[in-house]
């Protein structure tokens, strides 16, 4: 590491580094004639402590930009900085790394079915270092307080309801301290007003934790919580749409 | 300790992991009964070898088994006498011939084993002076009391002092004593009579043209010693010199690579495996795909490939331990039965139970490692 790179970021930190930084952002599916491109010049900022929803209909790219900031799929052109680390070109040990500082929630909970609710919370502390049975077990006990799970803790997904599936899902994104969480349509398996509480709870524990929040959806009733909102259309992004003007402030 | 996936994902699932079992463990018994049944056939087929008393044993080149000997000239046997460190020779004629069961009238082969009965030369119960006294008379045998039933009755007619008398052969005979030998796959029954009778029976076969020569060595005799000098004296080209040890070899060899019955109980085990290995990946594949969306989110959330291969192993080696202890017991349980039922010794060794269990492991290692590859489509950008 230069010495340019440990000052630049030091001075990041201390304007708020962004948390993600997308600079001309192509992205590319298939091979030969059927290549397609999804993603065309995509410029986003993400600061730290931010809640931001991304709006588009079905097969706009949205999610395509979700897994590519997640490090869950390679970036192909351009820059794509998720905490200071590039990851276009990069490598699957970096992306993993990335991806231990995301929490994920789902349009499914994808909650393991063979796990109780705090073993599932659990197995998100398990993949930091040094960290005790006893302290990991106290830790999702504590998560799943805070989503007001208490008395459901030693429950199978099985038995719980969709929006506490998706609640232990929240828990389990948020218990390891993500600097960001990504959400990809979070209510749509919800009915409205369990989709409303979720996504104010998400938003609430984010806050208090500071972690940045990027939610997919196009679920109009939930728009008021970001504080900015984005919009995707044919793989382009419009920035800087105030969220009033959506909801009509 | 950390959540241990794999086991919790095994167990949560009831009747999946009660089929696994149940198929993991008739695989287990199909490799057991084959390993069992060919163990079994190799043993019995060297009991009467083994229970001959000597050190030093003649053969024909041509006999390999004593389903297929060939007579040879006793002359090279009564040479050896004269070699320092034998102590006596001993003459066994063994031939097949038609056995009549005295109760219905039906006839079977039976082993006839004919030897001077001044000596005794077998370790076998019922071998004794008593009845070796008794087959010094003329048409006089004994009976093997572990033969198949269809030879008749005769060791519970004998016992209740009823005469038992048969014919062998075209020669009528007499039952006088019981012995114990069992059957092996040469033989379903064997009597035991004395040289003199033995010819009697088999009236082409002339005397001094043996099967087998036994010979006994003086307590303080170096067996190598006497076998070489043994070997370059009389082993021309009408007989081979063995040890007891080669002897039992040679009749094993010939069950185990002259016959196809080696084989097949190899390809019966071979099945056996194979159809666990099927089971267990049938098993390992459903759950792998059951399971895909929350694999592919514990990747997402940072778990490692690795680990996620890991959990499949994992679930592959806890099926085959926890389905190999029903398999074991359900044969040892068989064992017995065949054993009363086929009259071959069937007992459970440690090292056919090792060999099994190893056998297990590795049948759902290789179930596992077919099934992993379905965890490369557990990618997270593919899922959502």
Redesign the interface.
Known sequence: MTNDYLLCKKIMKKNGIPVVEIRNLNHFFGEGNLRKQILFEINLTLKSGEVVIMKGPSGSGKTTLLTLMGGLRASQSGSMRVFGEELVGAKQQQLIKVRRNIGYIFQAHNLLECLTARQNVQMSIELQNGISPTEAKAKSLQMLAAVGLEDRVNYYPQKLSGGQKQRVAIARALVSHPRMVLADEPTAALDSKSGRDVVELMQKLAKEQGCTILIVTHDNRILDVADRIVELEDGRLREGSLVDSFIGR | ???P?SW??L???KVRLLVAIAGICFADFLMFMQLGFRDALFDSAVILNEAIDGEIFLLSPQSDALIAMKSFSSRPLYAALGVEGVKSVTPIYLDFAIWKNPVNRKTRSILVLGFNPSKNIFNLPGINEENLAKIKLQDVVIFDELSRPEFGPIPELFQAGKTVKTEVGDRAVEVQGLFSLGTSFAADSNIFTSDLNFLRIFPQREKGIIDIGVIKLAPDADLEAVLNTLREKIAAGDVIVLSKEEYIEREKKYWQNGTAIGFIFALGTGMGFVVGTVIVYQILYTDVAD?L??Y?????????NNYLLGVVFQEAIILALIGFIPGFALSVFFYLNAASATGLPMIMTVSRAGTVLILTVGMCAISGSVAVGKLRAAD??DI?
């Not at chain 2, 989110?297 to 778990?303: D, E, H, I, P, R």
């Open positions: 300790m950390k959540t996936l919790l994902q167990t949560h699932e399971h969306p929350e592919a989110t514990l990747k997402a959330m940072g778990y490692t997270p950008a959502f």
